[in-house]
């Protein structure tokens, strides 16, 4: 099994964006095309197979990982999480605010949809505007009956004040838990990892072409949907702790891009290949090439990569390296991984 470059897989969605993402990948773009799945063994909500990835020969990644599942995530995965890849990587561009939604942790979606998986999510910031915001969480303890006042009477204003907020850079990573409710501003463009599902409850959708009523709360019903909300207040102190600032993470070799909170879900690590070639042990994994040009080596092969390229790593690939080619700029970028075999389990 070799490394192999995929090809893009946007589709249209309910918000504004996808312009950076066609300039990044080389195509297609926006206007409404504000996502891509990038190694996705996920389909949207209800409209399998949209989401899946395609390989380069037409296949679908999700049937060729259920058919040799060791070889695309390694003994050691299969025997502790089976043949899930236990992530799902996007790109999210944004030329439209999101709304203020969330996603129900594990315990809510085994009881309530089935599934083994929630969605905690974590954001790699690539762009964004000079004192850009997120919103995370409520600034202060919630009621249920008050956010759900809040969305049946389609108060947008009251939910965007309630939340805490914090500006973000480009260079920053900011771990979301599954159950706060959360926004990112207009103008930020972010590498997203996140467990494999497509779960999101909307609680304010006012100027989206979306239909929260019938399509917000994951056919459950708002009553059912927004027992999902943490209502908990979270500090200034609460959101540094879910934040890796750009200062740990950008420097040369192969560092860590994510808060230690997220091992438990997924791992992410910057390399930049400025001092020599980095070096990145066996296992499944998507290589988002972000800046320069280079050589991904593997005993089963190389291949050039340059901006915009992504690899998908199967294990069986065996170990591999990133090195910049000739005298131009810097190969860098970020892998990003499911969680290690034995990363620390987290029941949320």
Not at 167 to 189: C, E, I, N
Not at 291 to 316: H, I, Y
Request: aromatic share 6%.
């Amino acid at each position: 099994m070799m490394p192999m470059l995929l090809p893009v897989n946007q589709f249209d969605h309910f918000y504004r964006g996808g312009d950076r993402i066609g300039s990044l990948r080389h195509g297609p773009g926006g206007p409404q095309r504000p996502e891509e799945w990038i190694g996705s063994t996920t389909a949207r909500f209800g409209q399998a197979p949209q989401g899946f990835s395609v390989l380069p020969d037409g296949r679908l990644l999700i049937e060729e990982i259920e058919s040799d599942p060791a070889a695309w995530l390694g003994p050691d995965h299969v025997a502790r999480y089976g043949v899930s890849s236990e992530v799902l990587v996007k790109l999210l561009d944004l030329n439209q605010r999101l709304p203020v939604h969330l996603h129900p942790n594990r315990a809510f979606s085994r009881t309530h949809l089935g599934l083994a998986h929630g969605k905690t999510e974590a954001w790699y910031v690539l762009d964004a505007p000079e004192g850009a915001e997120v919103g995370v969480g409520f600034k202060d303890a919630m009621s249920l009956s008050q956010v759900s006042s809040w969305v049946a009477e389609r108060d947008s204003e009251a939910l965007l004040s309630a939340l805490r907020t914090r500006v973000v850079r480009p260079g920053d990573a900011m771990l979301v838990p599954a159950g706060l409710p959360h926004t990112v501003a207009s103008g930020v463009f972010v590498l997203e990892l996140q467990e494999p599902t497509d779960l999101s409850i909307l609680l304010e959708w006012q100027g989206f072409a979306v239909d929260g009523m019938k399509d917000g709360h994951l056919d459950l019903g708002f009553d059912t949907a927004l027992q999902a909300v943490d209502l908990s207040a979270v500090s200034d102190a609460d959101l540094d702790h879910l934040v890796l600032p750009r200062e740990s993470i950008e420097r040369a070799g192969l560092v860590s891009a994510m808060p230690a909170q997220a091992d438990a879900y997924f791992r992410a690590h910057r390399f930049d290949a400025s001092d020599g070639p980095v070096s990145v042990d066996a296992g499944f994994g998507i290589v988002v090439v972000l800046g320069g040009e280079g050589v991904l080596s593997s005993p089963s092969g190389s291949m050039q990569v340059t901006r915009g390229d992504v690899v998908l790593v199967p294990f069986a690939a065996g170990d591999y390296t990133l090195h910049t080619g000739g005298h131009g700029e810097a190969l860098v970028g970020v892998i990003c991984r499911p969680p290690a075999p034995d990363a620390p389990t987290d029941a949320r």
